[in-house]
């Protein structure tokens, strides 16, 4: 967090705070002098500081003392800057005052910096002092610039007017977004103000070509602006624009080729719907399944409610009960902090997505219920899901997938990179079940706290069960704490059809198998289909998961055809796990780390092993 401290005087502390937290409280390492005095300051609870007696001096690089963690940039503290934005401080050369808006700002936001200039100066450019930000016009006021997930330091610099010199600047006007299809929007003025001390000839009043793409320029034939005075012409956004942000630089070039900027933005957005009950949701998704083919929706849920689920309805001539209708090649995005239920007396899906159709979610949570029969979300024959953020939790279902599912038809496609999808409860794929040819890449968020409940050869999978398809993870992604009656509480893969799980990065940690494999366990094939489980592990880690015998990967195939061939990077992607299954003679000794028994075998970087046996390691 930052917390900013006034001192006497509103003077600037010269001290920069890095805090840790622990069990024990927080502590702080003052690491910049602090009237030439480093200490360390410790405190549990709530910390009070009072800075009084420093300097006069002051600098341009801001004022207060910043608390900050170490090398986050995230501010939450009381005084600083809301969880999940981040800081933006201006600075100037003394001749002159700047601005920020939004400020804080969260990452991906749009953020305008303002330049106001003393009397006798005028603005001359910006200096991206830290932060990483590009500027497209670094001589523009305003300017405009995207927030990276981290404070930024950005600089204005002011140059002073000579004697019997013209100074131009541009006052630009701004446009509220509109929606897709929007009507024709009114031209409006830009307005040149001459601070300078000669009067000012103009040459040319012209858009970049990014501008002359989404804007239009009027009444642009001015040819001089008096000592202190004003002129005006007009610019439009163009009709028919799609949907996105679209900025340019109006440049007016003057005297010698001098130049005063500015940018312009216009946001077109996909058709909105705000919902903040039940009868709105209803209202949104009646309007997109009636709304025709290949379109793009934004549903902003900030309200909670409880829907009714949908699926599929064997009593109704197998009636696909999708939430968007049958109309394909949409994408609706769900976003917004509200919290939609399945209603208790209602069994379903809440998101129940139709073929070749795209939903994505952001803030929202799906909460489901301990009587249900299905999963949360259904994606079906060419459908994709993504996952940025919110969650899914709370579902009970006597099926497959209590988060999400994936049905065997087409080759549907999960994209997780961010939320959680946690505390849910399945006969098999506690968090998520993935079928046949679909796709499951998980770059980031968090699968934790979901049970399977079946038991034998082919159950498990309190996380992921991975019945054929392909298991991408990777990034920051996170499997932990879920648990199974069968094999592979972290990930199960099933010896069916031929299953990929490539590993290269991201943690499966602190989940519990009652049977085999702990964090991935593959399960024994009792027919005669022929199938490969390939599992290759470059990247990550497995560490501190239990099972009966293999804590971090077990992998038997018995007397299946099917086999698996597991190729790992080294072994030291897989450590700190436990077998707890004592030595028997029939089943021989556990193996902590590794257990293989396949016709497959392991392979370390491509190049298959000799038969090893002990505490560890176990493989033939």
């Not at 929007?182 to 012209?206: F, M």
């Amino acid at each position: 967090m930052r917390v900013n401290a006034k001192t006497d005087g509103g003077k600037r502390p010269r001290a920069v705070m890095i805090w840790e937290s622990s069990a024990k409280g927080v502590s702080m390492k003052l690491v910049r002098k602090l009237l030439g005095i480093a200490a360390i300051i410790t405190a549990v609870g709530f910390i009070t500081l009072s800075v009084t007696g420093c300097p006069a001096e002051s600098d341009d690089s801001g004022s207060g003392i910043a608390i900050v963690p170490d090398g986050s940039g995230v501010n939450t503290g009381e005084g600083g800057t809301p969880s999940g934005t981040f800081a933006i401080t201006m600075q100037n050369d003394g001749h002159g005052t700047a601005a920020a808006s939004p400020n804080p700002a969260a990452q991906g936001a749009e953020v305008t910096i303002t330049a106001t200039d003393n009397p006798g100066y005028i603005f001359d450019s910006w200096q991206v002092i830290s932060g990483g930000v590009t500027l497209l016009h670094n001589k523009a006021n305003p300017a405009k610039f995207t927030m990276p997930g981290n404070a930024v330091t950005i600089k204005a610099t002011f140059a002073e007017i000579p004697p019997n010199t013209p100074a131009l600047s541009l006052t630009l006007p701004t446009f509220d977004d509109v929606e897709i299809g929007y009507a024709a929007q009114s031209a409006k003025n830009v307005t040149i103000t001459n601070k300078g001390t000669g009067v000012a000839n103009i040459t040319s009043i012209a858009l970049d070509s990014a501008g002359n793409t989404a804007f239009t320029l009027g009444g642009t034939s001015i040819t001089t602006v008096a000592i202190g005075g004003t002129a005006t012409f007009t610019v439009q956004p163009k009709i028919g624009l799609a949907v996105g942000t679209y900025e340019g630089a109006i440049t007016v070039t003057y005297d010698a080729g001098k130049k005063a900027e500015a940018e312009v933005s216009f946001t077109v957005t996909n058709q909105t719907f705000n919902v903040t009950n039940k009868t709105e949701w209803d209202t949104a998704t009646a309007a997109i399944s009636g709304g025709g083919n290949n379109k793009t929706y934004d549903i902003v849920v900030t309200g909670n409610f409880t829907i009714a689920g949908k699926g599929l309805y064997y009593d109704d001539g197998d009636k696909y009960d999708y939430t968007f209708g049958t109309v394909t090649g949409i994408t609706v995005n769900i976003r917004g902090a509200g919290t939609i239920t399945l209603d208790s007396g209602s069994t379903g899906s809440l998101l129940y997505i139709g073929e070749n159709q795209t939903v994505s979610l952001r803030e929202t949570h799906l909460v489901g219920h301990a009587t249900n029969n299905t999963s949360l979300v259904y994606l079906y024959n060419n459908s994709t899901f993504n996952m940025t953020g919110g969650t899914i939790s709370g579902n009970t279902t006597t099926g497959e997938g209590g988060g999400v599912f994936t049905n065997y038809t087409g080759s549907n496609t999960f994209n997780m990179s961010g939320g959680t999808i946690s505390g849910n409860t399945s006969y098999n794929g506690g968090g998520v079940y993935l079928y046949n040819n679909s796709t499951f890449n998980m770059t980031g968020g968090t699968i934790s706290d979901n049970t399977s409940t079946a038991t034998g050869n082919n159950a498990g999978g309190g996380g992921v069960y991975c019945n054929g398809g392909t298991f991408n993870m990777s990034g920051t992604a996170v499997i932990r704490d879920n648990k199974t009656n069968g094999i592979g509480a972290g990930v199960h893969m099933f010896l069916y059809a031929d299953t990929y799980f490539n590993m290269t990065g991201g943690t499966i940690s602190g989940n519990i198998a009652t049977g085999n494999g702990g964090g991935v366990g593959i399960s024994r094939n009792p027919t005669s289909q022929d199938g490969t489980v390939y599992i290759n592990i470059t990247g990550g880690s497995i560490t501190g998961n239990t099972a009966g015998n293999g804590g971090g990967i077990c992998g038997m195939s018995g007397n299946a055809v099917g086999k698996a061939i597991i190729d790992l990077l080294n072994l030291d992607l897989v450590t700190g796990n436990t077998a707890t299954r004592a030595s028997n003679p029939l089943l021989g000794d556990p193996a902590n780390q590794i257990y293989v028994s396949s016709t497959g075998g392991l392979f370390l970087n491509g190049v298959k092993q000799e038969p090893r046996k002990d505490a560890d390691y176990f493989w033939n």
